[in-house]
């Protein structure tokens, strides 16, 4: 079964860092075109960043600069680091698989999320 | 970035009602465009990709139209499991965006 865990969320001060992770289960992140969107309370979905399976990656210009995807091919998990945070930057994180059909590109399996909290 | 606006943002309806999402980019993206179902304090889930494929599982009162800038969910005969709300989401551009949602309240 196909599942995506992310963890590293929590309460940070404007201006720090914290690193979130996503492990899934049942594919490979090197394999596949990985992405972070995140959700702030209350509001829509935000697309942050991905991550090609060839290795480029590409920013929401609301965290570029900020925000570094990357990966571990060996642990097979998926990483975002956030650092510079501001307290517009809270929201629930979820990684998200992107698959093409047909050259059709569209997110088919989500993690439960990961809460992070800017506030000092 | 290619924007991507929805309407309604909001509708009060009735179990057994037709609903109708629409969903405008602000260039033309052809047929990358993609609707999202979520329920609350769960993550997205697809439903139509292409703009009218219906994701595999998904019930067949689902459907989606359009092409360019200019496209629709429709929801032929609402269920009480479809009360959520709904996204549209546009994958012409290395840079996908979302659209600000539709929620679909009980009337």
């Known amino acids: 079964e196909v599942q995506l865990v992310e963890t590293g969320g929590g309460l940070i001060q404007p201006g720090g860092s914290l690193r979130l992770s996503c492990a899934p289960s049942?594919?490979?992140?090197?394999?596949?075109?990985m992405n972070w969107v995140r959700q702030a309370p209350g509001k829509g979905l935000e697309w942050v960043s991905g991550?090609?399976?060839?290795?480029?990656?590409y920013y929401a210009d609301s965290v570029k600069g900020r925000f570094t995807i990357s990966r571990d091919i060996s642990k097979n998990t998926l990483y975002l680091q956030l650092n510079s945070v501001r307290a517009e930057d809270t929201a629930v994180y979820y990684c998200?698989?992107?698959?093409?059909?047909?050259?059709?590109?569209?997110?088919?399996?989500w993690g439960q999320g990961t809460l992070v909290i800017v506030s000092s | 970035d290619i924007q991507m606006t929805q309407s309604p943002s909001s509708l009060s309806v009735s179990v057994g009602d037709r609903v109708i999402i629409t969903c405008r980019a602000s260039?033309?993206?052809?047929?990358?465009l993609n609707w999202y179902q979520q329920k609350p304090g769960k993550a997205p889930k697809v439903l139509i990709y292409?703009?009218?494929t219906l994701q595999s599982g998904v019930p067949s009162r689902f459907s989606g139209s359009g092409s360019g800038t200019d496209f629709t969910l429709t929801i032929s005969s609402l269920q009480p499991e479809d009360f959520a709300t709904y996204y549209c989401?546009?994958?012409?551009?290395?840079?996908?965006?979302f659209g600000g949602g539709t929620k679909v309240e009980i009337k």
């Open positions: 998200a698989r992107g698959r093409d059909e047909a050259a059709y590109s569209f997110f088919d399996y």
């Open positions: 049942g594919f490979t992140v090197s394999g596949n075109y």
């Open positions: 991550l090609y399976s060839g290795g480029r990656t």
């Open positions: 260039q033309s993206i052809s047929r990358y």
């Open positions: 292409a703009s009218s």
């Open positions: 989401q546009q994958s012409y551009s290395t840079l996908p965006t």
